[in-house]
């Protein structure tokens, strides 16, 4: 089985910035694309952003030029920087692991954007 432990969420002030961490162990045969989704009360999940395993990255029309996907595959590490954060980004950001496999989502990590 595949584990994907998220890392670096929490409380902050509009147009400051986060960085997320997913970091991915076990039986992980060939990575296809990593994946950030956010989930906000109420809402469906969302794409948030991918990178596909030739490092083309894809992103929603309301995170680009704030966001950035990025990866490290060495580490089996999916990254997302969050700049410009608004209140609106307020969500559960869920990572994504999609391999040859299967697919793997990571628990969540809530990204609170508040004053």
């Known amino acids: 089985q595949v584990q994907l432990v998220e890392s670096g969420g929490g409380l902050v002030q509009p147009g400051g910035s986060l960085r997320l961490s997913c970091a991915a162990s076990?039986?992980?045969?060939?990575?296809?694309?990593m994946a950030w989704y956010c989930q906000a009360p109420g809402k469906q999940r969302e794409t948030v952003a991918i990178?596909?395993?030739?490092?083309?990255?894809v992103y929603a029309d309301s995170v680009k030029g704030r966001f950035t996907i990025s990866r490290d595959n060495a580490k089996n590490t999916v990254y997302l920087q969050m700049n410009s954060l608004k209140p609106e980004d307020t969500a559960v950001y869920y990572c994504?692991?999609?391999?040859?496999?299967?697919?793997?989502w990571g628990q969540g990590i809530q990204v609170t954007v508040s004053s």
């Open positions: 994504f692991l999609g391999t040859t496999l299967g697919g793997y």
């Open positions: 076990g039986s992980i045969f060939s990575i296809n694309y």
């Open positions: 990178v596909d395993s030739g490092g083309g990255t």
